[in-house]
């Protein structure tokens, strides 16, 4: 039974009893939480891919003069219903981040750990400014999220992981629990015995996982949505039960709901209107029920095919 959750709006007096959706901008929330509180911070920032990332919802029919040619040279007519969009072109994309980075840090407790998500374009730059903000010593991992989806160019190796770079408070006095973290099978199975190929080994630092399924239950329609299972992880292993986790870039709220799996509490912030419906649909709190007509709601049922611009 998950712990009843609330959500605000960022000039309210944040008390930390229930979960928290908190919606607004994350430099000022994060200002007004306690130093020292969280086990786990989660980042997954805009990628400053210098375009908006937008998910076009269309329906799609069959229409002998359609655009769109299908499976068995079937025509199909698409009409477009809505974009759901926000803006990742920054112009100082470092100083963005930095205020909010310095500011995680002081959030963490002395055993804390921070998770900050990034895609290629910007991690090395990002690697060298944690490493500033942090000290080269509290730089615990670099792990490699790989996926298979999406447009392969032709010209270049397909771009096809995320960088998660791994910052603890205080170095060496982190808390990490391997064996909280579920087994995954051996590569080559038949090397090792059978009976630690049936144990599974514990992942190492490159993750292989599905994108969220395209038809899936876990799919909000939210863009750049990430997968419950690679969160899943990193509660699992920094965070102790019952330990409060923070999310600043929320989106759909996946740190919300893997915390709500795993008997973890949260604090997810977020500015964008659309997050915070998808929140409250997939979270299931706040004072008003979810709407039905909310913009979110009609994206996430009404979507028959989506295009995701980020990474083509
Ligand atoms: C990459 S998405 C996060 C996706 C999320 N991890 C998920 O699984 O759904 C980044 C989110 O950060 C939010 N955001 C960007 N800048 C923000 C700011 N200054 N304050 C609060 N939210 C912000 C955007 O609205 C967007 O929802």
Known sequence: MPAAMRIQTVGDALVLDDDLVVAGENALVLGSLPDGFF???????PFNTGRAQARHSLSVSAAADGDRL???????????????????AFGDYLGFLEVRLARARELLAPHGTL??????????YCKLLLDELFGREAF???????????AKPRRRWPAKHDTILVYVRT???HWFDADAVEREPYMAPGL????????GKRPTDVWFHTIVPTNGRE????????????????????????????????????????????????????HSPVAIEVMRSRLGG????????????????????????HGL
């Open 171 to 173: 170095p060496g006095g």
């Open 219 to 270: 799919k909000t329609g939210y863009p750049t949505q990430k997968p419950a299972g690679v969160l899943r992880r990193m509660v699992a292993a920094s965070s102790r039960a019952g330990g409060w986790c923070l999310d600043p870039f929320a989106g759909s709220g996946t740190l919300g709901a893997v915390c709500q799996a795993l008997g973890r509490r949260f604090v997810l912030i977020d």
């Open 286 to 309: 706040g004072a008003a029920a979810p709407g039905a007509d909310t913009e979110a709601a009609l994206f996430a049922a009404a979507v028959d095919q989506r295009h995701e611009l």
């Open 115 to 124: 998770y900050f998500h990034i895609d290629y374009r910007e991690a090395h």
């Open 140 to 150: 615990l991992n670099e792990l490699i999220w790989s996926y298979d989806y999406g």
């Open 39 to 45: 086990d786990l911070i989660y980042m997954d920032p």
């Open 70 to 88: 299908g499976f068995g040279g079937r025509r199909y007519r698409s009409q477009l219903l809505r974009t759901l969009a926000f803006d990742d």
């Open 192 to 199: 090792v015995s059978a009976e630690k190929a049936a144990r």
